[in-house]
């Protein structure tokens, strides 16, 4: 049995080594572990990137999202509309503000924010709209901004999933008022470690940011505000540096790789294929496929015993979970979000994901998924 990993960290790391440790001993031979000429430089080269005017590297993604609210003024008692198919961090940071996530649901094709919900979801208390990045696709942000500018409303992206993504050619990250990341190691483009950013074109919100994050001090011993501790180290940004320099390389390998299981999987009976939204040029965070007729958790623990490293993102919607059993929204109230978080499964997708792995993963899915509908395929 050759295994095939869902993630292989290590080859990446291995790419950028040498750049890596001559930069760490930079840092230790300046003593600038906090702030300093890499965590700046970074800054200015990821905004550059993504065609923004200000990057804030921040600790994690999560106070990422924290901060581009507060920036924008969601504050107690608010609410912030979310999609009902995102990870916990995106309502975690309006709850942590004291605001209310407002849950809508997702498209059935691509699994992003339904643009219709969101509109009838917006109410005289909403204080932002979070639209999700998700797998690496970016939101339809030329219908979201439309009905955000209508009820004067700031949006801030959850860009963690979509570093190098665009859409009609412009780069998640850039549509909204403000936008947050993160370099989780994961990530497209991660960190050796936890990490994040806030971008935006507003000088004053990039201000707040980086004021808020600083325990409220731009000035030694001057607390503006009450703020937090979370700010991006050096050694993380000597990382982000040499990764985002292969980004674009990386992001087309995952192409590559998506293009690949495309030609290996298509037409396996009970088996749904990710597709790409007209317009996104997507950069395959992950690749998800979704399994009918409820045998998703027999087919990754049949995986998983072929030593095919597998995942699922996410097996709850984040109504449904038990931190957020308060809103009282039971099963039936997102459809669309429900029924995919008991099909979908992500399959491995890294950039030095080789051929010879993918034939192995469709082999072991396609034998996998046969026994639900017998010698013909899952029904």
């Known amino acids: 049995m050759i295994p095939v990993p869902f993630l292989d960290l290590a080859a990446q790391h291995a790419e950028v080594a040498d750049e890596v440790r001559l930069g760490w001993e930079e840092v230790c031979a300046l003593t600038a572990f906090v702030g300093g000429p890499e965590v700046a430089g970074f800054?200015?080269?990821?905004?550059?990137?993504?065609?923004?005017?200000?990057?804030?590297?921040?600790?994690?993604?999560?106070?990422?999202?924290?901060?581009?609210?507060?920036?924008?003024?969601?504050?107690?008692?608010?609410?912030?509309?979310?999609?009902?198919?995102?990870?916990?961090?995106?309502?975690?940071?309006?709850?942590r503000i004291g605001a209310t996530p407002v849950l809508v649901d997702v498209d059935e094709e691509y699994l992003l924010l339904d643009p219709d919900a969101l509109e009838r979801a917006l109410t005289p208390r909403t204080q932002a709209i979070v639209p999700v990045h998700l797998f690496g696709q970016t939101a339809p942000m030329e219908r979201v901004l439309p009905i955000a500018e209508?009820?004067?409303?700031?949006?801030?992206?959850?860009?963690?999933q979509s570093q190098g993504a665009r859409r009609q050619g412009r780069p998640a990250g850039s549509f909204g008022t403000v936008a947050a990341t993160s370099f989780y190691p994961g990530k497209n483009l991660g960190a050796a470690g936890d990490g994040g950013a806030v971008l935006t074109d507003d000088p004053e919100i990039a201000r707040s940011v980086r004021l808020l994050s600083a325990h409220g001090s731009l000035t030694k011993y001057v607390h503006e505000v009450v703020g937090l501790n979370s700010r991006l180290d050096a050694v993380q940004a000597v990382v982000l540096r040499a990764?985002?320099?292969?980004?674009?390389?990386?992001?087309?390998?995952?192409?590559?790789?998506?293009?690949?299981?495309?030609?290996?999987?298509?037409?396996?009976?009970?088996?749904?294929?990710?597709?790409s939204a007209p317009g996104n040029e997507d950069v395959w965070h992950l690749y998800v496929v979704r399994i009918a007729g409820g045998e998703r958790d027999r087919v990754l623990a049949e995986l998983g015993e072929a030593g095919i490293g597998a995942g699922i993102h996410y097996p709850t919607a984040v109504h449904l979970t038990p931190a957020y059993a308060q809103l009282g929204l039971g099963p039936g109230s997102f459809p669309v979000a429900e029924r995919a978080a008991g099909e979908i499964l992500s399959l491995p997708m890294f950039p030095h994901l080789t051929a010879e792995q993918q034939e192995r993963v469709a082999d072991r899915l396609t034998h996998a998924v046969r026994p639900a509908g017998g010698p013909g395929g899952a029904a």
């Not at 969601?74 to 979310?82: L, S």
């Not at 209508?150 to 963690?160: H, L, N, R, S, W």
């Not at 390389?249 to 749904?272: C, S």
């Open 43 to 95: 800054e200015q080269e990821y905004a550059d990137f993504l065609g923004t005017r200000h990057c804030v590297g921040v600790g994690n993604g999560t106070d990422a999202l924290e901060l581009a609210m507060r920036a924008v003024g969601v504050r107690p008692g608010g609410e912030v509309v979310i999609p009902a198919n995102t990870f916990i961090a995106t309502a975690e940071a309006a709850s």
């Open 150 to 160: 209508a009820a004067g409303v700031p949006v801030i992206e959850d860009a963690a």
């Open 243 to 275: 990764k985002l320099a292969r980004l674009e390389k990386w992001n087309d390998l995952r192409r590559q790789a998506a293009d690949r299981y495309r030609e290996l999987l298509d037409g396996l009976p009970g088996v749904r294929l990710p597709a």
